[in-house]
């Protein structure tokens, strides 16, 4: 049997009070598309937040190419990249400067000094910025200077150029109209047969979407639902039926 990417083995995680994930155990194998549906609140960034390793379990296991979280290094937890629904992005910096940011992972401590005096080579930076949409004109500005489109663009941005094996995505069409929802999503679920646009940019091969819009299930080909801190069901796409999101809806 083929090791999954990513493991959770009866995770639970308690904020304050309050369990905000309860008993979660998931798979994550190479090549998979998964929307994670529910509420706000079902405890869907919880999930993501453990699968990165920002947030540590009370209870239960992660595991990430087989090891355990905690015995991986900054290099291998690179291979995960992760798009924040508050973006996460550094306000004093320009938009190239924080595409580049998402190289911090692979890269020296000159090359972030460099990144923050600007002087540090922005060519890849534009290319991955052009390839989310994002026009010259911005590449320099300032990120409180651009709209929020704009920086939801160069936060996909930024995970993509890292260049990962898997991408985690909390809500990433927020603040897109339809057309540039439309052709985010199909760049985030491009197929391992076709990981290289015309730009030859690379695109993980893995990916799982935090979602509320049910009209953008096409192209996923797991589905997950939660509700209160649990999984309620996960399956293939091809298998969801109504009952199913009556369930977390």
Sequence with gaps: MINPLLELKEVSYKNKNNFTLKNVSLRIKSGEKIALLGKSGAGKTTLISILNGTLKPNEGR????NTEFDKINLHQKSKISTIWQDLRLIEDLSAEQNVNCGLLGKQSF??????????SSFNKAHQYMQV??????IFSKNI????GGQKQRVAIARSLIQESDIILADEPFNNLDPKLTSYIKNLLLITKNKNKNKNKIKVPNTTLISLHRLD???GFNRIIGMKNGEILF??????LKKYHLNKIY
């Design 234 to 239: 996960d399956l293939e796409k091809t298998k």
């Design 110 to 119: 000159l090359f972030a000094f460099k990144n923050l005096l600007n002087i």
């Design 216 to 218: 953008l299930l096409d």
């Design 62 to 65: 992660v595991k990430l190419f």
């Design 132 to 137: 989310c949409n994002l026009k010259k004109s």
């Design 144 to 147: 409180r200077k651009i709209s």
